[in-house]
């Protein structure tokens, strides 16, 4: 070695420094990793449903005011029973996917070993111990709950049930509409299942809704008809002086077309095309006119 050259000893020392941090650093993400992992544990404990954590049923400390520990314990029973709220919902959506994608078909039958399931209702009767008019109503019902679950509206199984009938007569947007009309009139605490069967039975068996609109425009219109101020349409009666204007008019344009008589629901068509009109406005203009003037009065 040159006089020049300088030597720091073992050469090997820096590498054995190295393992040591690395090993230690090791140690740490490990501990770290652990940590994490029993939070993750606890919080997802926490969380579990189970009948475990229901307490079980005691005489009551006295006949005053609830004690602490009966707080605790009336809370405890609070979430069980809203737990059984979604899960009713979940049994139904659950019920009506293997339903639709008749995933029982490959399933051996329990009972006759030589065949497979062939409807839902024999699968979820013999596998699961669901009644078939439990199955059927659980399925009718989830969709009703989903959304109103979503709306944040409290909404609980016998409630849903009432307006089974509703979806089945006019699809689902009218039935939440049912809900949200009585949440709107008697507040959304007050809901009950005899005031939304009460609802159900006061709807005319004339009516007319469309589903794809809106819950909110459809709660609406059901008022509207519920206080008899729309017809069972839906639709604000047209005044008679309207309709002898229009079909004066319909005279006067088949005139001009050269044409005989002109039927109203024509008119009606191109009325509605002209007001859709992108690249011509001028009857949107005037019917957003009217509406003005309608609106606000001088």
């Known amino acids: 070695m040159s006089e020049f050259e300088l030597g720091w000893g073992d050469e090997e020392e ?13 140690s740490r993400q490990e501990k770290q990793v652990a940590q994490i992992a029993a ?16 307490p079980d049923p005691v005489e009551p400390a006295g006949d005053g005011e609830l ?27 659950s019920l009506d996917t293997v339903a ?21 209702e024999e699968w979820a009767e013999v596998e699961k111990g669901i009644s078939v008019s439990k199955c059927n109503q659980w399925r009718a019902a989830w969709e009703i709950g989903e959304v109103l679950m979503a709306r944040e509206y409290d909404a609980v199984p016998g409630q849903v049930r009432e307006l089974v009938p509703v979806k089945n007569t006019y699809g689902l947007n ?6 949200v009309l009585v949440a709107d009139t ?9 005031r939304l069967r009460e609802t159900v039975k006061l709807m005319p068996g004339d009516l007319k809704l469309e589903d794809d609109e809106d819950p909110d425009v459809l709660a609406k219109t059901i ?6 101020e729309l017809p069972p349409s839906g639709v604000p009666a047209i005044p008679p002086a309207v309709t002898r204007a229009v079909d004066a008019r319909a005279i006067a344009l088949a ?16 009325l509605l095309q002209a007001f859709a009109d992108p690249e011509d406005t001028t009857v949107f203009d005037a019917v957003l006119d009217r509406m003005k003037k309608t609106s606000n009065p001088k």
């Open 14 to 26: 820096p590498d054995q420094t190295a393992d040591t941090l690395t090993a230690a650093d090791h």
């Open 39 to 54: 939070a993750v544990n606890s919080a997802v404990e926490a969380v579990r449903p189970g009948l475990d954590k229901i």
């Open 67 to 93: 004690t602490a520990e009966e707080l605790e314990r009336l809370e405890l029973c609070e979430q069980g029973l809203a737990l059984h709220k979604t899960a009713w919902f979940m049994a139904g959506k």
């Open 100 to 120: 639709t994608g008749r995933l029982f078909r490959r399933t051996q039958h329990k009972l006759e070993p030589e065949r497979c399931y062939t409807t839902i």
């Open 174 to 179: 009218a039935a939440v509409a049912v809900y």
């Open 186 to 194: 008697v507040g959304a605490n007050k809901v009950t299942a005899a």
């Open 223 to 228: 008022k509207g008809v519920l206080l008899g």
């Open 255 to 270: 005139n001009n077309l050269d044409r005989g008589r002109i039927p109203r629901s024509e008119v009606q068509l191109h």
